[in-house]
């Protein structure tokens, strides 16, 4: 049986790493016992805050992957978040909740709900396939549900994410609330991080129409922490404009306990923030009062009025 | 509720009609009570036998889309196989088997599957959202996978068309082999066509890299009884090509009884058929012997030429 590689998006996050993890066990079960999570960049403290809760190893790094291999991409869709050869590999299936940004020249399977996380899919996966949910799976597709939907208060968040957390916690044995709020501020300690480093943590490469543009989102249980940081981050993102030609860079520092979102806007169309929220940027920088999703609030927003 | 449109593809085959009817009842089925199949051409004899033989009128005819109408797209994908007017409507679900070939700027429901047949698909959510399937949807759904998959014969059968097949004539109460070929014979008569509607009859558009295309699919029981036409099919055909600026015209005369094609290829490069099946073509035309698949055994080896 031929290998299969298994993995989610660059800058991985707790959703892209549990999936991979998730999509490669459920494979083995089906009968590809070849099928094997990766990971395309670096482990948060969120994820590895998981990790460790469950003792688990992170999967191993994937740098380039072989011609004609075989893959399966989890929480992604689009070429530019996968890994940089994508395009000579075979894509067997895709199990995403992003908007479609790909596409073939051959049929495949394909799954993507509008769900708050690629592991409410594979919930429902793997009891469309009758295959048992152990404790330590449920722990880490409830991990995962609990960070994509910020403790299910996100605009992301549905019913059926909703109803997986109830039915999960109880298959895990898991308080979800006190377990995802410790989870969730793991995520935030960003000590040992260099500037660079936090400019990556969570960066997607994103088009507003032809407006070429990264959004990062860093969270936190202190907005004031991380501003205090500005005038650094604030040459990073300068630099990483330049480099890579961007029109806008947009970091979002986000409030995971009063859920709102301090954004930093550079780069020549910054100014489309304040066209988009109907507000203005003082020494580039606003609080966006209730947004928490990039996908939800931000992606369709400034695509919208670039 | 707002009305949701349910349609397949332009120039409908039976898979395109039964599961836009098949995916109209599903949705209603879980509450969606505004789910509504429609068709976007006219229904050919094959469909036309299925309708009759259940007894069962044809989905009401789309000619534009209102501006934010609720979608949902069986049996394709690509905007230029739908309605003119897609890119106004919300897209809420996409079932198909077909390559990937749209985009979008918001996450939706996606399933697609490498099967022979779009009702395969639909035969699992069914089982998967434990509706029932009743006599009249499972001859539905049994019809077109027949269709589709020319009564198990073409190499784009899977293992679970030919699973849904077995389920599928046991709950229909259908000898699938005797009525099956019934049913494909009623789809090769060509009386009453115009040499324009038979043109038009299966025609997809298709680019095969640069190269602007169009591959159309006559099954018929006799290839020489249609090459009797084969003068005013060129004629019509290079009408055609000069109207829509196409590199080439490929008719794909298939042979449904012995599982070949007789192709007629036009167009500035018609000569890439030769190179793609190491053939000659003599007087415009050759025999491509077991080729019985354009999604499997043309368009991946014409792209693969081009």
Same mark, same amino acid.
Do not use: Q, R
């Given at each position: 049986m031929e290998k299969t590689y298994v993995f989610g998006h660059k800058s991985p996050d707790t959703d892209t790493i549990t999936s991979s993890i998730v999509m490669a066990n459920l494979e083995q079960q089906l009968g590809n016992t070849e099928a094997k999570a990766y990971r395309l960049g670096n482990i948060n403290k969120e994820t590895e805050y998981v990790l460790n809760y469950l003792d688990l190893e992170a999967p191993e790094l994937l740098e380039k992957i072989d011609d004609n291999a075989n893959v399966i991409l989890v929480d992604h869709n689009s070429p530019k978040e996968s890994? !940089? &050869? %994508?395009?000579n590999a075979k894509i067997q299936k895709i199990i995403d909740h992003h908007k479609i940004a790909f596409n073939t020249s051959y049929p495949l399977y394909v799954r993507t709900e509008p769900? /708050?996380? $690629?592991e409410t899919i594979l919930y429902k996966l793997y009891q469309e396939n009758n295959i048992e949910i152990t404790k330590e799976i449920a722990s880490l597709m409830l991990s995962a549900i609990i960070s994509d939907t910020l403790l299910l208060k =996100?605009? @992301? @968040? @549905?019913e059926e994410d909703k109803e997986a957390v109830e039915q999960l916690s109880k298959i895990a044995e898991i308080d979800y609330e006190e377990y995802g709020l410790d989870m969730l501020k793991a995520g $935030? !300690? %960003? =000590? /040992?991080? @260099?500037i660079d480093e936090i400019l990556q943590l969570d960066a997607k490469q994103i088009d507003f129409k032809d407006i070429k543009s990264i959004v990062n989102q860093v969270n936190t249980a202190s907005i004031d922490d991380v501003m205090q940081m500005k005038d650094q981050l604030e040459e990073g993102m300068n630099k990483i404009i330049e480099e890579q030609d961007l029109d806008i860079f947009m970091l979002l520092i986000t409030d995971?306990? &009063? =859920?709102n979102s301090q954004v930093i806007a550079l780069g020549k169309e910054a100014k489309l923030v304040e066209k988009a929220y109907n507000v203005k940027l003082e020494d580039n920088t606003v609080l966006l009062e209730g947004v928490v999703s990039r996908k939800k609030q931000v992606v369709p927003i400034m695509t919208e009025n670039a």
């Open positions: 890994v !940089d &050869n %994508l395009e769900v /708050g996380c $690629t =996100s605009p @992301t @968040t @549905t $935030t !300690d %960003l =000590s /040992g991080f @260099t995971i306990i &009063n =859920s």
